[in-house]
T-cell receptor, first 115, second 111 residues
């Protein structure tokens, strides 16, 4: 079964609202989590790296005030898309790495549609 | 249904020797296929991608992969391994609505 759970799988929200996506490690402690975004027919783009208890490190060009990442516990990281716009519609996926740092697990991904 | 199988969870090669990381896929649709690399404590980095153009795809750092529809394979190769190639490699299958990840292959490069 999945060791990283991502929720929701699908979400539709109105333009201007905020939406939160959760990424949970189910049976291990994830000291580091990564958030990615994929545009249609494009490859994954790393958005940010988050370590438990500290601020996320954002990749160049990613608006940290728009894409809020919280990694408050060793099993949960959240991505909040604030004041969403249609161009934020995309596939978002997280991955988690445990203490041993030799295994990485991916969530199932979340489809966000902003209308 | 779609799936990706990385046939080896761990591959060890000597520096300077060829690298072969195997990936087979199953898809009902015309697939896009990607290879990503993840170095320790880093995020994924795209190595190369196939999106129905040339079947032999060249990527960064000397890697290439060949899409073989008859064999449903997309194996990753490099003529000569370097110590810096030691990392985790993921084969990913993409369709219009879903990404499917392989379980990863850890590449070890020895002197």
């Amino acid at each position: 079964g999945a060791v990283v759970s991502q929720h929701p799988s699908w979400v539709i929200c109105k333009s201007g609202t905020s939406v939160k996506i959760e990424c949970r490690s189910l049976d291990f402690q994830a000291t580091t989590m990564f958030w990615y975004r994929q545009f249609p027919k494009q490859s994954l783009m790393l958005m940010a790296t988050s370590n438990e208890g500290s601020k996320a490190t954002y990749e160049q060009g990613v608006e940290k005030d728009k894409f809020l990442i919280n990694h408050a516990s060793l099993t949960l990281s959240t991505l909040t898309v604030t004041s969403a716009h249609p161009e934020d519609s995309s596939f978002y996926i997280c991955s988690a790495m445990g203490d041993s740092r030799n295994t990485i697990y991916f969530g199932e991904g979340s489809w966000l549609t902003v209308v | 249904a779609q799936s990706v199988t990385q046939l080896d969870s761990h591959v060890s090669v000597s520096e300077g020797t060829p690298v072969l990381l195997r990936c087979n896929y199953s898809s009902s649709y015309s697939p896009s296929l990607f290879w990503y690399v993840q170095h320790p404590n880093k995020g994924l980095q795209l190595l190369l991608k196939y999106t129905s153009a040339a079947t032999l795809v060249k990527g960064i750092n000397g890697f290439e992969a060949e899409f073989k529809k008859s064999e449903t394979s997309f194996h990753l190769t490099k003529p000569s391994a370097h110590m810096s190639d030691a990392a985790e490699y993921f084969c990913v299958l993409g369709t219009a609505s879903k990404l499917t990840f392989g379980t990863g292959t850890r590449l070890q490069v020895t002197l």
